[in-house]
């Protein structure tokens, strides 16, 4: 720290490390007494410490806002890695871009722990339940707060590691190991891309710290067109990874097999928009890569509309979810692409709150019928009505209906496509979401509108317990609020004007503000595709007008390739996975038979010589006296034919 | 040194005294004679310490003080060596080496 640094107050800021540490020691102390003595205080332990940290994440968040507008303060604990040039701080870097994120991360965390004491009360395993979720928090905050590129990756990697653990927690059945086996192998691919950037940006800026980096961007651009490119394209590589998005998506939605607490907090509302942060994050690399950017855009589009049509088709309400977070991550992605990261940000943070909704929401379901198959449900809001209403609003922030969260952000998003010249996109961003508006629609009404379908299932559901439903309650009130909070009026929101510092580029050239005209038009083009979404949603679940089955008859192979999610599991099975188990079974007989072979060669030699060896030892003393006397004699004739000079030439 | 008898008597008696014990090492079964006989070739081998000791007297006294350390391994090797045979009799009861081949590889 600076001498003038050292001078000033203390405030929040300083405290920094607390807000990753307290989790930590949660996990910490949950992991090492949970199973034996702290069985039942693992929950209340944990929500305790995440209480503990979204405080000090919100009074950070104040922090910098009083701070005002260059906020940017970088907090050491201590240097980490130091070897001639190569200098890596556990530093936390604390600007506008990572309070956001830290209290959005804090709340939502803290939300999910409530949740989950009432939703893992009665799991055999919920001491490792609680020491990894909160490992977890621990991670992502070490993620978002790092100031440089190999700190990052220690956060990037934990989250990874931490997801892997609770889409395997119930690891008893077959389906929750494979599908954290298949997050954990999809996410290395992207890690790969990760460190490849890591080491591509040491070499040629010479540090992997932030505030060393994104100044110099501009003029490696020139000196050296494209490595910048192939550094931004590998970084892109890893967050497509983490962040879901074409190709690395599909571990997501077999993610779904986690509790649902974890599907809520690390598969909707955070480590999956890690990608998105890493992104925003590196704007001035991204922003001055060419056509990186472009590639993200793009991506983005094709992952939101691609991910969007299958969730049209799916009958399991948390996959219905996990599709339709794909679907979100790509319109972030969409939007850093066409140069609005702030409006990326903006729908991080509202994503955050209503999905995580919608899955406590699904989870809240699921608890009470023990069913994930939405065919099987309806006419659950007469039981459930806490749940119905808070899941409607959710629902409705998703498509984005005005005034609730999802309108102002996806609407900025759509609108900065069209505004910053890409029609295209835009036109995808707003099918998208009429498609959107569809699928929730019709995944709320299976589940909560109409007759019941199963009788027996309808009378044994029940209203799931406070402790549950005051959460609901807690991110409806940010479903509803958040998006006018921190967005309103758009472009000129809270969020705008505290993050622009954080993701401003120098020497970018500012795009022209639109005329009020063009964005009520485009707002208004938003909210029609979702109301038309919506409309025929309604139309054909409720009044089967038309018929949904009927159309999926008449659609027939068009239908048949969305149920079976455009074949890419086989596909990839195919091409890859096949491919790679040939390519580790010659490994495995290269390591077997030369490896071993050689290992074992050596051994049997070992042993014929000792076998043969053994016969010296008669156990005779005689025998080996009279070796003695032998090696004597030898001695004395060699050294007294030397000494004598006989041997001596 | 009594000039009567020469350096090389001493040498000569000492060289048998070694050769005689070596060859009962050898020959002998006997642990106990084996044993004798060791002490013999140490004894021998004192002799001519002493003998040139005597000889450089004026020069050098380290060859005395040597047979003193002899004289110490000696009385080490037999006390290790005896608790050696009496523990091998107690297994079975006899002396005999070529009998005692526990230690055959």
Redesign the interface.
């Known amino acids: 720290m600076l001498p003038a640094e050292a001078a000033r107050g203390g405030d929040a800021i300083d405290l920094v490390w607390l807000v990753a540490l307290v989790p930590l020691a949660a996990a910490v102390v949950n992991g090492a007494f949970g199973r034996r003595w702290l069985r039942k205080w693992t929950g209340p332990i944990a929500t305790v410490a995440l209480g503990v940290s979204a405080v000090l994440g919100v009074a950070i968040l104040f922090a910098v806002i009083g701070l005002g507008h260059e906020a940017s303060r970088r907090v050491t604990l201590y240097e980490w890695i130091g070897v001639g040039d190569f200098h890596v701080g556990a530093t936390a870097l604390v600007d506008p871009l990572s309070a956001f994120m830290v209290a959005t991360v804090t709340v939502v965390s803290l939300l999910i722990h409530v949740y989950s004491n009432g939703y893992m009360a009665h799991d055999r395993g919920i001491h490792r339940f609680f020491t990894w979720l909160p490992l977890f928090v621990f991670f992502m905050l070490t993620l978002v707060l790092a100031d440089n590129y190999v700190l990052m990756f220690v956060g990037w990697e934990g989250v990874g590691l931490c997801s892997y653990l609770l889409i395997g927690f119930w690891f008893e059945r077959e389906a929750p190991y494979v599908a954290a086996k298949k997050a954990f192998v999809m996410n290395r691919i992207g890690d790969w891309g990760f460190t490849i950037g890591v080491i591509l940006t040491f070499l040629t800026f010479g540090s992997v710290a932030f505030h060393d980096v994104f100044p110099k961007a501009a003029e490696v651009q020139k000196a050296e067109p494209g490595m910048l490119t192939l550094i931004a394209l590998a970084f892109f590589l890893g967050a497509t990874g983490k962040s879901a998005q074409l190709p690395l998506y599909s571990w997501l939605p077999d993610a779904m097999e986690g509790p649902t607490p974890v599907s809520a907090l690390i598969h909707a509302a955070t480590m999956v928009t890690a990608g998105v942060y890493l992104v925003a994050r590196s704007t001035a690399l991204f922003a001055a890569a060419g056509p990186a950017l472009l590639v993200v855009a793009v991506v983005g589009a094709i992952t939101a509309i691609f991910a969007a049509t299958i969730a049209l088709v799916q009958t399991d309400i948390k996959r219905v979810m996990a599709y339709s977070t794909v679907s979100q991550l790509g319109y972030m992605f969409l939007a850093t692409g066409v140069g609005a990261p702030i409006a990326a940000m903006f729908h991080l943070a509202t994503h955050a709150f209503f999905k995580a909704l919608l899955f406590l929401g699904s989870g809240s379901v699921i608890h009470a019928t023990e069913e994930q198959d939405m065919r099987r449900m309806g006419g659950l809001r007469r039981k459930m009505p806490v749940t119905y209403w808070t899941m409607l609003v959710a629902g409705g922030a998703l498509a984005a209906i005005p005034p609730l969260a999802g309108f102002w952000s996806k609407d900025e998003i759509v609108g900065a496509a069209f505004t910053n010249g890409y029609p295209i996109l835009w036109g995808v961003g707003v099918f998208t979401g009429a498609l959107t508006a569809f699928y929730v629609t019709r995944a709320l009404y299976l589940t909560f509108g109409g007759e019941p379908r199963d009788q027996h299932l309808y009378e044994h559901a029940h209203e799931s317990p406070q402790v549950m439903t005051i959460p609901l309650l807690a991110l409806a009130v940010g479903a509803v609020l958040a998006g006018i909070v921190l967005g309103f009026p758009p472009e000129g929101g809270f969020v705008h004007r505290f993050l622009e510092p954080s993701v401003a580029v120098e020497g970018a050239a500012r795009h022209a503000e639109p005329e009020m005209i063009v964005v009520l038009a485009l707002a208004a083009a938003s909210v029609v595709a979702g109301l038309v979404g919506i409309g025929i949603g309604l139309a054909m679940y409720a009044r089967r007008r038309p018929d949904p089955a009927a159309l999926s008859r008449a659609a027939g192979p068009a239908y048949t390739l969305l149920v079976n999610r455009y074949y890419v599991d086989e596909l990839y099975d195919r091409r890859f996975v096949d491919l790679m188990r040939a390519a580790f079974g010659a490994a495995w007989a290269f390591d077997v038979h030369i490896i071993d072979g050689i290992v074992e060669r050596l051994g049997a030699l070992a042993r014929l010589i000792g076998s043969q060896g053994r016969r010296l030892q008669t156990g005779l003393v005689g025998n080996y006296a009279l070796s003695i006397v032998a090696g004597l004699v030898v001695l004395i004739v060699v050294y007294g034919g030397y000494a004598t000079g006989i041997l001596r030439r | 040194m009594s000039a009567l008898v020469p350096l090389g008597a001493f040498i000569a008696l000492s060289a048998a005294l070694f050769f005689i014990g ?1 060859a009962g ?2 020959v002998r ?1 006997n ?1 106990i004679v ?1 044993l004798m006989c060791v002490e013999l070739m140490l004894n021998a081998t004192n002799l001519a310490f002493v003998a040139f000791s005597r000889r450089l007297g004026l020069l050098d006294e380290r060859g005395s003080v040597f047979v003193v350390f002899v004289f110490v391994v000696a009385a080490a090797e037999v006390a290790v060596g005896l608790a050696i045979v009496l523990a091998a009799y107690r297994n079975r009861p006899t002396v005999d ?2 009998e ?6």
Not at chain 2, 100 to 105: A, C, S
């Open positions: 070596m090492v050898l079964r642990a084996i080496v070529d005692v081949k526990e230690m055959r590889g």
